[in-house]
């Protein structure tokens, strides 16, 4: 790859330092558990050298990137490395390691629209991905900064996504890597792909939040690298989403984007490209960023709700979407910050509204996994509330691929996926959006008279 990296970068992206997000104090370099050393918390990324609001070198960094498009550089052809000037510069870029993610499409979803009631509705589907989901966007910038500080190891705890992701870029990159999860609470889909890409995967009996604690205390202990979104540097490469998708809009700012909620990585991430590019002047106002969670795993919403968002709320989650099950969120801080500086707000959803919501964007044909369809059927109740308006310009962030969790998608078809549970009276709502393989003899009159009997349902 040596040869063919060019790693032309604006100047001013050289030189990122990271801060703490509670006590401001300000570090070189990260320890293992990417906490600060005076109190505890988090780290950011930011840039001492980046110049205020510029029209003119925001207009030129709009033309480098869109030229970058036209090359076969390794690194212009990733959707995050192409917007490397709003990153931390690698000291050697040979150490990068990517699989070209990024690049992901926006598409209209006319039917998911009618049903929130909105005019007009934009997805951007993450789960576009190579390895599936948006996690791969921070993945290539974190484990290539493993990478070049010489580790042998990464590891994750995660309840699927991460893992996927991680296996493989550590696989591309020749790194090991180590995989902490919960037992028998994440899709096999998820797994299959970690297992494949040859990760040590240790399935353990407690929840994402047990496997995110203990592996804190592994990486005290060995000289393993942790890639999971405490880790600053992955949620730089989460940013670039943001940067991209307002590139696709041609920098006209939707009003609202929403973005489901687990560890509150991604939503932190998304929020501060937003805050950092209307700080250079490549916009000149903020949507509004929204964060969705399950009704059975809500901490952000209670935390808000019930104490005004002065300390965590933690809980012991429950919810089929099983990637974002997490009742101690690790970003939770950034994440009210996002929420505070663009206006947004944070909304719950049951269940069966996630399954309804989920068979309508599959009904567009784009499909995603259960905690992506949180999104829509979140906006619905934003639009009822009256906190988005159906002239409104709103963006979906899809998160992951319809295809991490057939079984979810198999069982709803099957009316089998609230078979006894507490909500399976009020699934009953959902039978005529149901569409279950139809078994008929061998018979063209019979294949015909299906198709007949379809085409009368149709509406
Ligand atoms: N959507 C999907 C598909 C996810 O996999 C995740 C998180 C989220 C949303 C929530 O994002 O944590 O940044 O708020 N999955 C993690 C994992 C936790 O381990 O794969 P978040």
Redesign the pocket.
Known sequence: MAETVDATIAATSRGCKLRCVACASEFERAEQDFRCLRCGELLEVFYPSWPKADPKRARELQTIWLDRRKSFSVLDQSGVWRFRDLLPAMQDWRNVITMREGNTPVFELPRCAKSAGVHRLIAKHQGMNPTG???DTGMTLAISVAREEKYRWVA????????ASMAAYAAQGGLRSLVLIPEGKISWGKLSQALDYGALTCQLRTD?DGCLRLLREVVKRLPVYLLN?VNPYRLEGQKTAAIELLEQLEWNVPDHIIV????????SALGKALLEMRELGLISRLPKLSVIQAEGANPLVRTIRENGGKSLVTMEPHTMAT??Q?GN?A?WRKALHVLDATGGTVEQVTEVEIALAKTEIGSDGIGC?P??AVTLAGLKKLVHSGFVAPEESVVLIL??NLL?DPEYTLKFHRGELFAGTRDEGEAKSLASHRREPVVLDADADAVVRALEEAEKRTV
Do not use: V
């Open positions: 989901s948006f996690k994750c705890a995660s309840t699927g996504n991460t893992s994402f979104s489901p909620g687990g560890n509150l990585g991604n939503s990637a974002i997490i969120p970003s996994e905690a992506s998160t992951g991490k």
